[in-house]
T-cell receptor, first 114, second 112 residues
């Protein structure tokens, strides 16, 4: 089945600086890569996603890049703000082996220092 | 938030008892999923459904069963709860397999 590795597990940045979270996936057939933000005690919220036919996607201060050859994708947050503090999860959609669905990374705890 | 509710939101039960969690959607989405979230493991897929009466196993399906008799409801059953099933359970819905999934508010289950 699919395996998704996410780094770092904790990331602390100064307010206003940029943050980058990286993920790798194992199955070259994966074709959909979402990112979720989860605040403490809340549900995961979809913040941005990218499909395998696109290399980069941007939405205001957040962007995602995908390198299919290397099988890795990254989340970039610019001009970080206190409300960006949360746990971020990457995921890939994998079809096959009787386990269709999203495979998640283990999460990155992003801390924005004032 | 998308029209997804889960019930109960919190439950404490004893080892060996059966437990059923309910996910209800008002979006008429075809796909529904059950995930569990544990510290250090992220979210892991338990079972999913691609239509009424159509379900399949996910990564961590042992000890769980599901049923979907109506488009809007997806039930997760623990036939005989164990302490290792203490977790937060999230339901999600999606229009199609490779599109966005939206999560419900979660159910915190404690098995003592």
């Amino acid at each position: 089945g699919e395996n998704v590795e996410q780094h770092p597990s904790t990331l602390s940045v100064q307010e206003g600086d940029s943050a980058v979270i990286k993920c790798t996936y194992s199955d070259s057939a994966s074709n959909y890569f979402p990112w979720y933000k989860q605040e403490l005690g809340k549900r995961p919220q979809l913040i941005i996603d990218i499909r395998s036919n696109v290399g980069e996607k941007k939405d205001q201060r957040i962007a995602v890049t995908l390198n299919k050859t290397a099988k890795h994708f990254s989340l970039h947050i610019t001009e970080t703000q206190p409300e960006d503090s949360a746990v971020y999860f990457c995921a890939s959609y994998y079809s096959g082996g009787g386990a269709d669905g999203l495979t998640f990374g283990k999460g990155t705890h992003l801390i924005i220092q004032p | 938030d998308a029209g997804i509710t889960q019930s109960p939101r919190h439950k404490v039960t004893e080892t060996g008892t059966p437990v059923t969690l309910r996910c209800h959607q008002t979006e008429n989405h075809r796909y529904m999923y059950w995930y569990r979230q544990d510290p250090g493991h992220g979210l892991r897929l338990i079972h999913y459904s691609y239509g009424v009466k159509d379900t399949d196993k996910g990564e961590v399906s042992d000890g769980y069963s599901v049923s979907r008799s109506k488009t809007e409801d997806f039930l997760l059953t623990l036939e005989s709860a164990t302490s290792s099933q203490t977790s937060v359970y999230f339901c999600a819905i999606g229009r199609a397999q490779e599109y966005e999934q939206y999560f419900g508010p979660g159910t915190r289950l404690t098995v003592t």
